[in-house]
């Protein structure tokens, strides 16, 4: 099936491709610095100018898999796939297999795309505030001479391409940015978590330009869905690893994305396991480039939740052998004028020194109305305390 590109000038294909060549299309187009819409442009026009009879590519339990063309190839193609009598799957199987033997690897890995998990067990933290906010400042691009001083020296060089992923049921952080939650049944994070094979749609396409000229098209997000609440009851009767849903749900669409930053729930459920699982240490990935963001507040209750946290994280490690760093701690909504329990509590959390405390975000009205407005917080206030602690939260990711 091919639907029209909104310029006109390329149509979308959707059809299917074995897992293993999705991932070897990716893997492949990234260390080569190729879209992979042109990789499969390149090998769908070798396949059609090759004499050769190719061999049968395996593609039993082909997967939904979706790209741009240009206009008219599509076509093309299916009425060579009738003339060779090859299904178009195969045909699209061969041609992927065609651009990989063309286009040999280079020695350099690509490098991978962090994720950031923005967790608590407890709820008010401000995970939302900071998980919109760090991916804010990590797509943040330079900035205009005219503007505050202040926020010219601390903005990024040039942004980064991230999604924000609102992973959590109750939609918070799409609601604040003037979404609404994907209609229970459509297709979402959660129905290309527990039934990937069905779907229609790449998750690329179900992502939202975050609009504001700071960030130039860089910041992308996934809204909620409705019926994410069912999701630990989904996982519950789920056939496969579990733990690896998130990432079996996101792994195709990574490649479009340096930073993807995860807006967890406040729960210790079986979604929760699936985030830490994604946001673990990759083989050759280096510690602390993807793990835990922890907000936390000055105060006795969230050093509590902060135990359970760890808790979970260290026994899901165990039983996956796998390594989930602690990027840092951020004490939000601080406001020292309450006294002895907020300045002491602070001075605990410092103590800690593993992991550090990346910032502390002074409890302000910028944050208030930037929700209030439905805007970005460093579009909407960015040379705000708050918005300087978002990018000095960002500087200490990328450190």
């Known amino acids: 099936m091919s639907s029209p590109n909104s310029g006109g000038e390329r149509e979308k294909l959707i059809s299917k491709l074995p897992a293993y060549l999705q991932q070897a299309l990716k893997v492949r187009a990234a260390q080569l610095q190729t879209d992979m819409q042109d990789a499969v442009t390149a090998g769908i026009h070798s396949w059609r100018s090759c004499t050769d009879e190719l061999p049968t590519v395996n593609t039993a339990g082909a997967a939904s898999f979706g790209t741009f063309l240009p206009e008219g190839l599509y076509d093309a193609f299916k009425e060579d796939c009738r003339a060779r009598g090859v299904s178009y799957i195969q045909g699209l199987a061969q041609s992927v297999e065609l651009w990989l033997t063309e286009n040999p690897a280079s020695h350099e890995a690509p490098p991978a795309t962090r994720r950031i998990i923005v967790c608590n067990q407890k709820g008010g933290v401000g995970k939302t505030a900071i998980s919109a906010g760090l991916a804010q400042a990590l797509a943040e691009g330079a900035i205009d001479p005219g503007e505050a001083m202040g926020a010219a020296m601390e903005a990024a060089e040039s942004g980064q391409r991230v999604l924000l992923v609102d992973y959590d049921a109750q939609g918070h952080l799409s609601h604040q940015l003037g979404l609404k939650a994907i209609p229970a049944g459509d297709e979402s994070l959660i129905t290309h978590m527990l039934n990937r094979e069905q779907a229609e749609l790449s998750l690329l396409d179900l992502t939202v330009v975050i609009e504001g000229e700071r960030f130039g098209g860089r910041l992308r997000i996934l809204p909620a ?30 490649e479009h ?134 990018r000095k939260i960002a500087r200490a990711v990328k450190a």
């Open 225 to 254: 869905a409705f019926d994410a609440f069912l999701l630990d009851s989904g996982l519950t009767v789920f056939r496969g690893p579990r733990h690896a849903t998130l990432e079996r749900a996101l792994a195709p669409i990574e």
């Open 257 to 390: 994305f340096d930073v993807i930053v995860i807006d967890s729930p406040p729960s210790l459920g079986l979604a929760m396991d699936a985030a830490l699982y994604y946001g673990r240490q990759r083989d050759e990935e280096k510690p602390g480039a993807s793990g835990l963001v922890i907000p936390v507040e000055a105060e006795d209750t969230s050093a509590q939740a902060y135990g359970m946290l760890i808790q979970q994280t260290d026994s899901l490690a165990r039983d996956y052998d796998i390594v989930i760093d602690q990027i840092g701690l951020v004490v939000n909504k601080f406001d020292s004028r309450r006294g002895y329990i907020a300045t002491s509590s602070l001075d605990k959390w410092k103590a800690l020194g593993t992991p550090p405390v990346l910032a502390v975000v002074p409890d302000l009205k910028e944050q208030r109305e930037a929700v209030r407005k439905q805007r970005p917080l460093l579009d909407y206030s960015p040379d705000c305390d708050q918005s300087h602690a978002m």
